[in-house]
């Protein structure tokens, strides 16, 4: 696997960079990243506060009231007067412990947990876009770079000319316009180079604005373009994660509905003092206390509860419709791409055999200008389509790099 140096690095050994490399620090740079965690965060709030459920309730209260009429005895009894106040006082505290909450709690937190991961996933599916911008600024100054060194080829080719040229006007055998031919193309060649070097410069600072690392020094490696590199995995795209989480979220909501239509029953003691207290018959402030099992049975869950579960059902079929889609559009997509492989593989076969003869026609055309049968603007043209021919090459190279990656992006990465 070769590499290529990028601008500005120093002698030596130096850091490689690949693009895997980049994407995951593509990823980590990439501000949404942190919303992973506060989902996080805010789930284990949400379960939190549901376990709290069980813990004991302590609730206190208090009542002073005036009756207008209260109870009186319809008869006498010698000896004992009942003669209960119109002011009436109570001071109650009650504490009560959930024994069985019909599976409430339980499903509760699947629904937050679940929840949390539909929103993670979402997050995850935004953040493999990164991938496809990364792909695409490294790829390109891996193409720049290749241009550079097929224009640095050239400048030495025309520069051997005007060396030749030169020698020939020294000797009478050639003419002034023919070396200031050779010099406005090596004013092109270098005109071009800065070009090239303007664009890289620009790649480089958004793929350190992208990775959030700088990139002075260290050789980007060129991507492995073999048939191997293709092993097929199958699509293990985030999406189809994001539609597992979200059959699982509605799995755990079709749950909570059971947790609804269940009783709930709950451990309850009561102590207090009030006038009268648990005996009425006593006209005093008296302390008692009260102890037992309390049952809650709301049964207007069962209302609702039909239509609910069939639109959860609707959700649940909408998703697998959405997935089957999704697999299907990609499958195509990357039938497409797979295409595209084969053509850029095609094109690079021949672009070997193109550049040999490109480069035998100029070594021809050289030594027929040396003699004299061809002029400096027909070597000029043979020169160029001779580069022309090798910019070809490194630009179907790339375009199979491109091609192998949009593949790749397309189908997954396999949990690289």
């Known amino acids: 696997m070769s590499v290529l140096l990028l601008l500005g690095a120093a002698g030596g050994a130096s850091a490689q960079v690949t693009i895997e490399q980049c994407m995951a620090d593509a990823r980590q740079n990439y501000p949404m990243i942190r919303q992973l965690d506060l989902i996080d965060e805010a ?39 009942f003669n209960l106040p119109h002011d009436q006082y109570s001071l109650v505290g ?6 069985w909450d019909g599976g409430t709690s339980k499903s509760q937190k699947e629904v937050y947990s679940s929840g949390a991961a539909v929103q993670k996933d979402q997050v995850e599916v935004s ?6 911008n990364v792909t695409k600024v490294f790829l390109g100054i891996l193409l720049i770079d290749s241009q550079l060194d097929q224009t640095e080829i050239l400048r030495k080719s025309l520069e051997r000319n005007a060396e030749q040229v030169q020698a020939r006007i020294d000797n009478g055998t050639a003419y002034r316009a023919d070396l200031d031919i050779v ?16 664009d890289r410069d620009a790649y480089v600072r958004m793929l350190e604005k992208l990775t959030g690392q700088s990139l002075e020094g260290k050789e980007l490696v060129i991507p492995d373009d073999s048939p191997e590199s293709l092993a097929d995995a199958g699509i293990t795209r985030p999406e189809l994660d994001l539609y597992n989480a979200q059959i699982e979220q509605n799995g755990a ?19 207090g003092v009030g006038r009268p207290g648990l005996n009425i018959l006593k006209n005093s402030f008296q302390p008692y206390y009260t102890a037992g099992i309390k049952m809650t049975w709301d049964i207007g869950a069962l209302y609702t509860r039909q239509g609910e579960k069939r639109k959860l059902d609707a959700q649940k079929r909408t998703i697998e419709s959405d997935r089957e889609t999704f697999l299907f559009n990609t499958g195509l997509n ?30 021809a055309g050289e030594e027929q200008y040396r003699n004299g049968t061809i002029s400096m603007t027909d070597l000029m043209q043979r020169i160029d389509d ?3 021919a090798r910019v070809d090459e490194s630009i179907h190279r790339i375009q199979l790099l491109m091609a192998i990656y949009d593949y790749r992006n397309c189908v997954g990465y396999g949990g690289e």
């Open 43 to 81: 789930a284990s709030y949400d379960i939190a506060n549901v376990s709290k459920s069980w813990l004991p309730h302590l609730t206190v209260s208090g009542k002073a009231t005036y009756q207008s009429d209260v109870v009186e005895m319809p008869f006498d009894i010698p000896g004992f007067t």
């Open 94 to 99: 009650e504490i009560s412990q959930t024994i």
């Open 127 to 132: 953040l493999y876009s990164i991938n496809e």
């Open 183 to 198: 010099k406005v193309n090596i004013l092109n060649c270098e005109q071009q180079k800065e070009g090239l070097l303007s």
């Open 253 to 271: 909501q079709l749950r909570q509905l059971d947790s609804k239509i269940s009783p709930k029953f709950s451990l309850s003691i009561q102590g």
């Open 334 to 363: 990357a039938l497409q791409l797979k295409s595209s492989i084969d053509k850029a593989r095609a094109l690079l076969e021949k672009d070997s055999e193109i550049m040999a003869l490109q480069e035998s026609i100029r070594s």
């Open 386 to 388: 001779e580069y022309n």
